[in-house]
């Protein structure tokens, strides 16, 4: 039996959720850059990134599909209270920030297509929407919203990169033969393995399963190629921003302002109509980012603030609501204030420098959890899975004390 494309993609998991959740304009930022300073020198890097998320998503989904319950949880029942207390203020920092970093990103991307409103106001009216959105509908709404943006955002990103027609040998070459640029390179990986890929929203991967009714160990093979699926997306596209940016060279700027300077570069080669796309794309690519974000990360509060209460029998369906929804509002809400500080860009990068510090902890932990046999049974990490958190702790710890030196060099 043979299958729309349209209905195949009705049927996938939300790997593909996770995906454009975790490639906002951080993202844009890091891969745009690479290629306008190094063109395809690093795509080898991009894609080691995404191998290293799959490792730690995979570990996470593993870990529930053998307990039944969230890896956050877990954070608050079977940890030291320590853990607990460190992640709470690691939430509440990390989600003002996101707050104000997707929101003025949005901003950014709207009024770049539509220049006759300020872009702290759309930030103002996207934020504010995309609430309303995940609080007045259910799950199966936000899911059609979101693969009908993330259809749009590939569509105009890895449409123009393909039609900018860039030399295949390049990039193969990019891709499987690994190099790194004296100059500038080694900073340039560790901003790929920070930026690439998404931090907190890895874990919201757990609360779509739920939603999708996965939720034991025989959906195991599912799950994995589900998240196969998520990061083969980020790779290719991260493979597009780099390439839509690689002849910029000197020309670029930093900040969320190189994507209108690669917006240009393609208007230059393809035309103003592409051009315009170029900044369709964008705009989706920063959307499904923030929706991702919103209705994901409230399930983060709601799991911790029930953890707390040492048991799921001490929470109502109306509790958990109520939390839900007084977490929603505080990553639409306060943050944006932020907005009139007129500096979007600090802001994004003040998030993605927050991002830094979740990646090693997620690691370490998953690296205890999942090889207590007692809790994983059959499930339990084996030496391939043992290896690969291995290497993602040293990697992200690496990024992590990079963004301290850079602070304290500040």
């Keep these: 039996m043979s299958f729309s494309p349209l209905q195949r993609l009705r049927e996938l998991g939300p790997g593909l959720i996770l995906a454009a959740a975790g490639i906002g304009a951080g993202d844009v930022v890091v891969a745009s850059v690479t290629g306008a300073k190094f063109g395809y020198l690093l795509l080898w890097a991009l894609l080691a990134t995404c191998l290293l998320k799959y490792a730690l998503t995979e570990a996470l989904s593993r870990w529930q599909l053998a307990t039944g319950e969230t890896v956050v949880r877990a954070w608050f029942t079977r940890l030291p ?6 992640f709470w203020i690691y939430l509440v920092m990390w989600t003002f920030l996101v707050g104000a970093a997707l929101s003025s990103a949005c901003g950014l991307a709207a009024s770049s297509l539509w220049p006759q409103i300020p872009a702290r106001w759309w930030g103002l009216i996207h934020g ?41 040998g390049e990039v193969a070459t990019g891709l499987i033969l690994p190099r790194l640029p004296l100059n500038g390179g080694p900073t340039a990986l560790l901003s790929l393995l920070g930026g690439i890929g998404g931090s907190l929203t890895v874990v919201c991967y757990a609360y779509w399963l739920r939603e999708e009714k996965w939720t034991t160990a025989d959906k195991l093979r599912a799950v994995r190629a589900d998240v196969r699926l998520a990061y083969l997306f980020t790779a290719v596209f991260g493979v597009a ?15 969320t302002g190189i994507a209108l300077n690669v917006a240009s570069r393609v208007g230059d080669v393809l035309g103003p109509a592409a051009q315009v796309i170029y900044l369709i794309g964008f705009w989706c690519t920063v959307c499904t980012a923030t929706l991702g974000v919103w209705q994901g990360v409230p399930h983060v509060w709601v799991d911790a603030f029930a953890a707390r209460q ?30 009139w500080f ?43 899975g043992n290896v690969a958190l291995t290497v993602s702790l040293v990697a992200f710890g690496a990024v992590c004390v990079r963004q301290l030196v850079t602070l304290a060099s500040d």
């Design 81 to 86: 209270r320590w853990v607990g207390v460190y």
């Design 128 to 168: 504010l929407g995309f609430a309303a959105l995940v609080a007045l509908n259910r799950y199966s709404t936000f899911q059609k919203v979101m693969k009908l943006l993330i259809a749009a955002m590939a569509a105009c990103v890895i449409g123009s990169a393909v039609a900018l027609r860039p030399p295949l």
């Design 241 to 255: 921003l780099v390439v839509t940016a690689a002849d910029l060279g000197a020309a670029a700027t930093g900040g």
């Design 310 to 339: 040492r048991g799921n029998a001490a929470t109502t369906a109306g509790q958990r609501r109520g939390w839900y929804l007084g977490s929603l509002a505080f990553i639409a809400g306060p943050p944006l204030i932020l907005l």
């Design 342 to 384: 007129q500096k979007p860009v600090a802001v994004v990068i003040a998030f993605t420098v927050a991002g830094a510090f979740f990646m090693p902890f997620l690691a370490a932990t998953l690296l205890y959890l999942n090889n207590r046999r007692e809790w994983m049974g059959a499930l339990a990490n084996r030496r391939l």
